[in-house]
């Protein structure tokens, strides 16, 4: 399975963003796909995820509220709908899916895409 994300970009606070993350290759099969982001220097953070055929959203708290998964099986695609962004949320966002559970942690994801950049100025 290959993961594209794109759709970062520079944005002032309290502005929105949306990531798109595009899966292809193999029979695309995954139970979840999510979001998590890495800030410079610090750890790989979950932002979300989102149960691939039930589409049920789970969200970080820190993003409860703000932002908004979501997923289209047609186009084996999830996106990433961030509004009233901070600068705390300035970090490297990566799409992930997980085969076998639904999942909070890194640990859990088997596909990675490379990473899409949201800077949020202040």
């Known amino acids: 399975v290959q993961l594209q994300a794109c759709g970062g970009g520079l944005v002032q606070a309290g502005g929105s963003l949306r990531l798109s993350c595009a899966a292809s290759?193999?029979?695309?099969?995954?139970?979840?796909m999510g979001w998590f982001r890495q800030a410079p220097g610090k750890e790989r953070d979950y932002v979300a995820t989102?149960?691939?055929?039930?589409?049920?959203?789970y969200y970080a708290d820190s993003v409860k509220g703000r932002f908004t998964i979501s997923r289209d099986i047609a186009k084996n695609t999830v996106y990433l709908q961030m509004n009233s962004l901070k600068p705390e949320d300035t970090a490297v966002y990566y799409c992930?899916?997980?085969?076998?559970?639904?999942?909070?942690?890194?640990?859990?994801?088997?596909?990675w895409g490379q990473g899409t950049l949201v800077t949020v100025s202040s």
């Open positions: 989102i149960s691939w055929r039930g589409g049920v959203p």
């Open positions: 290759g193999r029979t695309f099969s995954s139970i979840a």
């Open positions: 992930a899916a997980a085969q076998l559970r639904i999942g909070v942690t890194v640990r859990e994801y088997e596909y």
